[in-house]
C-alpha cells in the first residue's frame, strides 16, 4: 500500500485501517516493513484505537526520510484485553514530494495460550476457565496470561505495583541525585523512553521514567527503594519488573539488595545501553538470611536520548518485614552485644564475657585471642581471615562513610570509597581494570574489596580500617593479595594508627599487571592501635586497587606457661619463653626487648 496524492490542499490525511481484533496474548508483537523517502516526504505514524477510549494510543512513528529502502518495524502489544483496532495515518501539509509505503503485515504469539487436559508438576499453574497451562513464574505477576485473570486473584495487593495510582509501598531514596517521575503516554523527549506503560498497553496507563535530559548530568544517578522483606527461610523470594530502555544515549539501569539502611548493598542485576522500542521482563531470584530491600536504580547517560522505563514491578513467595534495617556502625563484625549482660563483679576497666559474666582485661579484647568462653571478646574484632566470600568485611569499616551517612546533604554514591565487588558483576566499561576473578574461588563469582575510581577525583583517598586491636605478640604480620591494574592506576598503602601518630607500614603504586599479587607487612608488637588500607584516586578512572585474603599471621600476644622452658628456648626476663633461634635478630621477641640485650 503506497499514498497517492490526488489535490494539493493544505492539509490532508490518509489514514489506513485495520479490522477490528477481540483481544491479544501477553506476548503479541506486530510488525510491518515500511517505506519512507522523498525531500519531503513528511511523517506517519500508527496508532492504536481501543473500545471505550477517548484518546488514541501512539504506537509507532516515522518523521522524516529514512533513504531509499524498506526498514522493519517491530511493536510490541502485550495483553490487551478489549476490543482495538489500528489506525496508519499519514499527514501532508500542502507540499509532499516523496514515497510512503507499507507492506508485509505480520502478527505474532497473539494468541491466548491454547486450554490443556491437564497441568501436573510444581511449577505449573492451571488457569480457571481457559484451562490453559502455564509457567507458575507468571502468576501475581500484573500481566493477565490466562487471558481470564485467574493467575491475578487472591494476590497480595502490598507485593506489587503497576503505579497506576502513586508508588504503592515503594520510596524515593534521598540520598540520590534525583527522583523517577510517573507519567502517562511518550516521555517529553523524542527518539527515547516507552510511547505507553506496560500494564494497560495504552497511553491511558501510568509508569515511572528517568528524565535524562538538563539539568540532569551524565551518571546522575535516582533510587528507587522497595519495601522491606523477611528473610526468605528454605524458599526463595523472587522480583519481577519491566523495563524499557529505548534511546542512542541509554546509560544503565540496576538493581541491588542490601541488609544494612545506609548502604547501596550488592549488585544482583544490571543492564547497560539501548535495549530497542519494547518493554522487557526480568525476574531475579532472592535469598537472604537477614531481612533485605530491593534498590533499583538508573544512572543517566551522556545526552538527552537516554529515558529508561520501569513498571509492574511485583514480588512472588516474599514476606514483608515489620521492623527497620540496621545502620552500619564501627563495631559490625555480625555480632551485636546482646541487650543485657549477666551478673558480674567486672570493674568499668574490664570486659564482661557475654556468656558467664567473666571479667577479663580490657587488653585482652580484641587480641586474636579467645579469652572468655564464648569468644565474646573477640566478637566486634577484626577477623584473623578475611575472604569476603559472604558479603561480610570482617570488622573493616570505612570511616569517612560514617561521618557522611550522619549528614545525608553529601552524596555517598560519588564518593571514592572501598566496596564489595566481583567479575559477575562488572560494568563492560570496568573489565580492563578492575579484576574479573577474585584470589580465593579464582572464579567471576567470588568477592573481593575494591576502591572504584570511576567514582571520585584524582587525589582523593578511601580508608579502611579496622577496630582498635587491643595488642599484638611479636612475630604479628598481616598478609593479604593484591590486584593493581589499569594505565592510571593511583596507590594503595597500609598505615598503622594509634592515638599519637600514624605511619606507613607498606606502599606501591602504578600498574602491576592483571594477576593478584602477594604482599605481607610486619606489625610486630603493638597495643591499641588500628590497621588501615589507604587507596589514592589516580589521573583518571582507569585503573581501581583491590584487595582479597587478608590474614592476620601468628598475631595473638604471648602465653607465660608454667612450665620452665626448654634447653631449646630462652628465658625473657619476663617469664616468656621463645625459640634461641629468635636471639639477637633485631626483632623484640621478647616483648621487653630482653632478647637483644648487649650483654647476652
Keep these: 500500500m503506497f499514498i497517492l496524492k490526488t489535490s494539493n490542499s493544505i492539509s490532508q490525511i490518509a489514514q489506513l485501517r485495520s479490522p477490528k481484533f477481540r483481544q491479544t496474548g501477553s506476548n503479541c508483537t506486530l510488525s510491518f516493513w515500511y517505506y519512507n523517502y522523498g525531500e519531503s516526504v513528511g511523517a506517519a505514524e500508527l496508532q492504536l484505537l481501543v473500545d471505550g477510549l477517548k484518546q488514541p494510543t501512539v504506537l509507532w512513528r516515522t518523521y522524516y526520510s ?35 509505503a507499507i507492506d508485509d503485515i505480520r502478527f505474532e504469539n497473539c494468541a491466548l495460550p491454547p486450554p490443556a487436559l491437564s497441568c501436573e508438576g510444581p511449577n505449573r499453574f492451571w488457569c480457571r476457565d481457559t484451562k490453559a497451562c502455564i509457567d ?16 491475578e486473584d487472591n494476590c497480595d495487593p502490598d507485593l506489587q505495583c503497576n503505579f497506576e495510582n502513586g508508588l504503592c509501598n515503594w520510596e524515593q531514596d534521598v540520598q540520590d541525585d534525583f527522583d523517577w517521575i510517573r507519567i502517562r503516554g511518550p516521555t517529553p523527549t523524542v527518539n527515547t523512553g516507552p510511547l505507553k506503560d506496560h500494564t494497560t498497553g495504552t497511553a491511558r496507563g501510568c509508569y515511572l521514567y528517568l528524565e535524562s535530559s538538563e539539568p540532569h ?9 522497595s519495601p522491606l522483606f523477611s528473610p526468605s527461610g528454605n524458599g526463595t523470594c523472587v522480583f519481577r519488573f519491566h523495563y524499557h530502555m529505548f534511546g542512542k544515549e541509554v546509560y544503565r539501569l540496576s538493581v541491588f539488595q542490601r541488609t544494612v539502611s545506609n548502604t547501596k548493598g550488592w549488585l544482583l542485576w544490571y543492564k547497560f545501553g539501548n535495549q530497542e522500542n519494547r518493554w522487557i521482563r526480568q525476574t531475579l531470584f532472592i535469598r537472604s538470611s537477614k531481612p533485605f530491600q530491593i534498590l533499583v536504580e538508573g544512572t543517566v547517560g551522556d545526552g538527552f536520548t537516554g529515558d529508561i522505563g520501569l513498571d509492574d514491578v511485583s514480588f512472588l513467595g516474599c514476606t514483608l518485614y515489620n521492623g527497620n534495617l ?39 579484647k580484641c587480641d586474636f585471642r579467645p579469652d572468655c ?9 577484626v577477623m584473623e581471615v578475611c575472604d569476603f566470600e559472604d558479603k561480610d568485611l570482617c570488622g573493616w569499616h570505612q570511616p569517612a562513610l560514617e561521618q557522611i551517612s550522619e549528614d545525608y546533604s ?3 554514591t560519588k564518593t571514592f570509597k572501598w566496596q564489595l565487588g566481583r567479575g559477575a558483576n562488572l560494568y563492560p566499561e570496568q573489565e580492563g581494570h578492575c579484576p574479573l576473578t577474585d584470589h580465593t574461588t579464582s572464579t567471576e563469582e567470588g568477592w573481593y574489596l575494591f576502591a572504584d575510581s570511576s567514582n571520585g577525583e584524582f587525589g582523593h583517598t578511601a580508608d579502611i580500617a ?8 611479636p612475630r604479628c604480620k598481616i598478609i593479604f593479595w593484591n590486584y ?3 594505565s592510571t592506576i593511583g596507590s594503595l598503602e597500609v598505615l598503622y594508627k594509634n592515638s599519637k601518630k600514624t605511619s606507613k607500614l607498606w606502599a606501591q603504586s602504578g600498574s602491576q599487571g592483571p594477576q593478584w599479587n602477594r604482599a605481607e607487612v610486619f606489625l610486630g608488637i603493638h597495643s591499641n592501635f588500628q590497621v588501615i588500607f589507604r587507596a589514592k584516586h589516580g589521573v583518571s578512572y582507569m585503573g581501581d586497587v583491590a584487595v582479597d585474603d587478608i590474614t592476620f599471621e601468628d598475631c595473638s600476644p604471648l602465653l607465660i606457661s608454667d612450665k620452665p622452658c626448654t634447653s631449646e628456648e630462652f628465658m625473657c626476663a619476663n617469664k616468656y619463653c621463645i625459640p634461641k633461634n629468635n636471639l639477637c635478630d633485631f626483632v623484640n621477641d621478647c616483648e621487653d626487648n630482653s632478647d637483644e640485650s648487649p650483654s647476652i
Design 136 to 151: 507458575s513464574l507468571l502468576v501475581c505477576d500484573l500481566v493477565d496470561d490466562c487471558g481470564d485473570g485467574s493467575d
Design 326 to 364: 540496621p545502620t552500619i556502625s564501627t563495631t559490625t563484625s555480625g555480632t551485636s552485644a546482646p541487650a543485657t549482660l549477666p551478673m558480674n563483679n567486672c570493674t568499668e576497666k574490664e570486659f564482661v564475657c557475654w556468656a558467664s559474666g567473666h571479667c577479663i582485661q580490657m587488653i585482652q
Design 484 to 486: 593493581m591494574n589499569g
Design 373 to 381: 568462653s564464648d569468644k565474646s571478646d573477640e566478637s566486634a574484632c
Design 66 to 100: 529514512e533513504g531509499n529502502q524498506w526498514l522493519k518495524a517491530v511493536i510490541q502489544l502485550g495483553r490487551l484485553p478489549h476490543a482495538f483496532q489500528f489506525s496508519l495515518d499519514k499527514i501532508s501539509l500542502g507540499i509532499y514530494e516523496g514515497i510512503s
Design 410 to 412: 553529601i552524596h555517598i
Design 466 to 473: 579496622t577496630p582498635v586491636i587491643s595488642l599484638t605478640g
Design 217 to 225: 548530568q551524565f551518571r546522575d544517578q535516582a533510587v528507587l527503594l
